[in-house]
């Protein structure tokens, strides 16, 4: 079975400031995991994923991500928040056969409610 | 246009009247997915299919069908609606057989079940 666990529903901060979101699995088995966000009034929108190599991953905007196997963790951080970042931000993990494909289902987390403050 | 396309929009329906919410893709994708997305839960997935005639339990299937008999189309069944299944319905596809690519969203559909 496997499961996702988002440790904060809403995260406040002002703009410029680093934020962290954190997001814990529970997986007897090797994952994929993704970052996902809800900008308001809009459908989800993928953020960046791990699935092999290296353990930290990148997007486009600024936000990182690192798989951490030992402590079933893939928290997202940004060294500095916009405005435009304010969103609702929801970790996903898939499992994967051992040969490296996934079983096909996606569990997301609760959600973690990023609101950038001027 | 590359698009995921749900029909209703929005349906207001009573205990144990059978729906279908209709989901269509025009970009040839193999994965599709039925979510529902409640206030304090999240995303939760319904039903799965990785390929035509393909599919699965997400972690959330008791009180739906789903079937997929060709590759574009994915339709929800609710054989007896509750007021529980009253939620925020997403229909979703991505490329490839597995959900590692970028997934693309239908604009929803709010079912509310009195």
């Known amino acids: 079975a496997q499961s996702v666990t988002q440790l904060d529903s809403q995260v406040p901060v002002f703009e410029e400031a680093p934020v962290e979101l954190r997001c814990n699995y529970s997986s007897s088995v090797s994952v994929y995991l993704f970052w996902y966000v809800q900008y308001p009034n809009q459908g989800l929108q993928l953020l960046l994923k791990?699935?092999?190599?290296?353990?930290l991953v990148e997007s486009i905007n600024g936000f990182e991500a690192e798989f951490n196997k030992s402590q079933t963790s893939f928290h997202l951080r940004k060294p500095s928040v916009h405005i435009s970042d304010t969103a609702e931000y929801f970790c996903?993990?898939?499992?994967?056969?051992?040969?490296?494909?996934?079983?096909?289902?996606?569990?997301f987390g609760q959600g973690t409610i990023l609101t950038v403050h001027p | 246009e590359a698009q995921v396309t749900q029909n209703p929009r929005y349906l207001i329906t009573v205990t144990g009247k059978k729906l279908t919410v209709t989901c269509s893709q025009n970009?040839?994708?193999?994965?599709m997915s039925w979510y529902r997305q409640d206030p304090g839960l999240g995303l939760r997935q319904i039903y799965y299919?990785?390929?035509?005639?393909?599919?699965d339990k997400g972690d959330v299937p008791e009180g739906y069908k789903v079937s997929r008999k060709e590759k574009r189309n994915f339709p929800l069944i609710l054989e007896s609606p509750s007021p529980n299944q009253t939620s925020l319905y997403f229909c979703?596809?991505?490329?490839?057989?597995?959900?590692?690519?970028?997934?693309?969203f239908g604009p929803g559909t709010r079912l509310t079940v009195l």
């Open positions: 299919s990785m390929n035509v005639e393909v599919t």
């Open positions: 970009m040839n994708h193999e994965y």
């Open positions: 996903a993990v898939s499992l994967t056969h051992a040969g490296g494909t996934s079983y096909g289902k996606l569990t």
């Open positions: 791990y699935l092999s190599g290296s353990t």
């Open positions: 979703a596809s991505s490329p490839g057989s597995e959900p590692t690519d970028t997934q693309y």
